[in-house]
């Protein structure tokens, strides 16, 4: 008789716990997306094609060698050092830059905050960073560097943003990402992308 | 009022007891295929680099995906950290064309320009295998590439 009196375990709040964790790794699970540092690679060229004859101080040449050491501008540096040395570079601002597409000639750079040196970049559009690297560089090393070069463009287009439109870069392109059909969004995104552009080129590697 | 009391003790509850069972079937389902690989490692897992410029890569059918490391059968594959596999075999970066012209065609015309290579390479391989493979990629005009990294300091 006693036994029947036993009141049963209430196992009702056991599938409300059970539901937490599936939709816990529901969501866990989706979220993990691949990434990476994405890049665009430039079409083969022509047989008959004449690069461009591009001044020195335009370009920053950034040397990997076999043993991962660093030669920037033809000097020793750490990888820590790169990210300032690309926006000094970048920044510089020392010239007029490319003549725009309907034909109008470069304006100087009015943004840039740079030293506005003559021996370094004219101008943002401008200025290419050439990043040359062994065959036998570790491929760690190498991404670094790309992430340390993409980290100046990071903060100069921030830094452009934060004083253009009162937000960073970042959150910038996050609002256009959730909202494409923006059109005033999309051409602060281009505004900031064209002032900024990323301009890395990857030489054959030497071996 | 007595009667209705009485009424109301008469109702059976739905049982749930095994509500939780159905439910932790599913979890273990999801748990289960989740972790699952589309194509099995020959190489070992490869270790990211890291990186703070990341961006994550959309569309996974759009992906076509690259390992370089090690081979896990180095009898079979020789040693270095400069293997390629595609699809699931260790190939040459002279197989990486047909390769992408293989995968390609899965997808409707339309989408091709969106199309990325996600290279996933470990980090003590060499630039010089990943430049072959980026020749390669060039060749057959497939330019939007990944390199694929873990979200981190950078450092």
């Not at chain 1, 030293?115 to 760690?140: C, L």
Request: aromatic content about 6%.
């Amino acid at each position: 008789m006693a036994r029947r009196e036993n009141p049963e375990i209430n196992a009702g709040s056991m599938a409300d716990i059970a539901f937490l964790l599936l939709i816990f790794f529901l969501v866990t699970t989706t979220m993990n997306v691949d990434s990476g540092v994405s890049k665009k690679l430039s079409e083969k060229p022509p047989a008959d094609y004449v690069p461009p004859i591009i001044k020195e101080k335009n370009i920053f040449v950034v040397l990997i060698n076999r043993n991962n050491e660093l030669l920037v501008e033809e000097q020793r540096m750490d990888v820590k050092d790169l990210k300032d040395a690309a926006i000094d570079f970048i920044d510089n601002g020392g010239g007029v830059g490319n003549a725009e597409e309907d034909g109008t000639p470069g304006k100087a750079c009015d943004y840039c905050e740079g030293e506005r040196s003559e021996s370094s970049s004219d101008h943002p559009n401008k200025a290419i960073i050439s990043v040359q690297s062994d065959r036998g560089t570790e491929y760690g090393t190498y991404i670094k560097v790309q992430n340390e070069l993409l980290r100046a463009y990071t903060d100069l287009r921030n830094r452009l943003s934060m004083k253009r439109y009162g937000m960073s870069f970042d959150a910038l392109e996050e609002s256009y990402d959730g909202d494409k059909t923006n059109e005033a969004l999309r051409k602060k995104v281009e505004d900031i992308k064209t002032s900024y552009p990323q301009i890395i080129s990857d030489a054959e590697p030497t071996s | 009022m007595s009667k209705f009391r009485k009424k109301k003790k008469g109702m059976p509850a739905v049982n749930t007891a095994a509500l939780p069972d159905i439910v932790f079937m599913l979890l273990f389902f999801f748990m289960v295929t989740t972790t699952m690989r589309e194509t099995d490692l020959r190489i070992e897992n490869p270790r990211l680099p890291s990186a703070s410029e990341v961006k994550k890569l959309e569309h996974k059918s759009l992906v076509c995906t690259i390992y370089v490391g090690k081979s896990k059968d180095p009898n079979r594959d020789g040693v270095g950290f400069n293997k390629i596999q595609l699809n699931d075999k260790i190939a040459s970066a002279d197989q990486v064309p047909a390769f992408i012209i293989n995968a390609r065609t899965k997808v409707s015309e339309a989408e091709v320009p969106f199309m990325t290579t996600s290279i996933k390479a470990d980090k003590e391989s060499n630039v010089g295998t990943i430049t072959d493979i980026r020749l390669k990629l060039r060749d057959v005009n497939a330019l939007k590439i990944s390199y694929s990294a873990s979200k981190g300091a950078g450092n």
